[in-house]
């Protein structure tokens, strides 16, 4: 295809790398913050029951049931959820929906490395701040974007910001806060309250990770009603297929079981933590279902190899705020003895 047939602005950005998806069942797969743990088996009894001829139908547009669900769960209402193909879906959307050609995104750095992507697809202003040397908080004073993507906890570092930071932000911003909650359920503290209360301020979170269902793809977003209002005006006709609306219904029809796993992987978050401190790793304090770890006597970049060819895969982002670290996703108990023996052999 001729070069000059694509966008200038795609032809010069890089898109999106996924964490590998390998398909040796053997490996120790510990770089996509997966959950380790299957599903409810409120979800394996409702792919039993279905009736594959309602898929001859186009499925609900707006996703009735399912967001009636999420509502009674946040105890808002109908018009305040949207529910997406995958929190990915909903991000693309709001750079759609809320940031004007001549307009920026705004995002910590380190955060997803999804957001300077979505920037770049739509070809507008990135509009980074730097998280302190610790990758603590920092409140970007005297800036403005269009668009801010506000992880918390944060990706790929871990730690959770303090939420009377997060509060004042969303004050002091002018334009919208997405606070992205891929991974709150994991964590002692939310801010979906502040999604109710500011008229600027969405809160998005996933069932990709607490819920065990990241192949299914649905993340939903709570705002207020004229935010929710323009996402329905942009999204595809049929954003949410059938299936995945029935089943993210089960889903969130079992917290009780998404809670127990959970507990389970906060319990190895704390084992693996202290046994990594012990080796003489610096390991940050997580609010998530992953650590971010500094290796010590080898390099992450080594580390992340030599874990590698052991069939243990962690991630690792190379550049100059991220090359110091892994990010190592918790696993069941037997993959976290898996990976800690590997560790100790390798050092
Ligand atoms: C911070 C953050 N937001 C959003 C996502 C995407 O989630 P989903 O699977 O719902 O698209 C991820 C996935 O890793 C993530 O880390």
Redesign the pocket.
Known sequence: MKESLIRKSVQVMSGYVPGEQPSDRHIVKLN??ENPYPPSPRIFRAIRKYDADKLRLYPNPVSMNLRCKIAKFHGCKIENVFAGN???EILALCTRAFVEDSGSIGYFNPS?SLYPVLAEIRNVQKKPVELGVNFEWRMPREYKASLFFL?NPN?PTSMLYPKEEVRKFCVLFKGVVLI?E?YVDFSKEHCMDLALQFSNTLVMR?L?KSYSL?GL?V?YVVGAKQMIEALFKIKDSYNLDAFSQVIAFEALSDIKYMKSNVSKIRGTRVRLAKALRNLGYMVYPSETNFLWVRPSGISAEQLFEQLKKKKIFVRYFKGPRTGNYVRITLGTDREVDKLLEAVSKIV
């Open positions: 996509t913050n995958g929190s990915d997803y992880t990706a992205d891929a996933t990709s990241a793809r993340g």
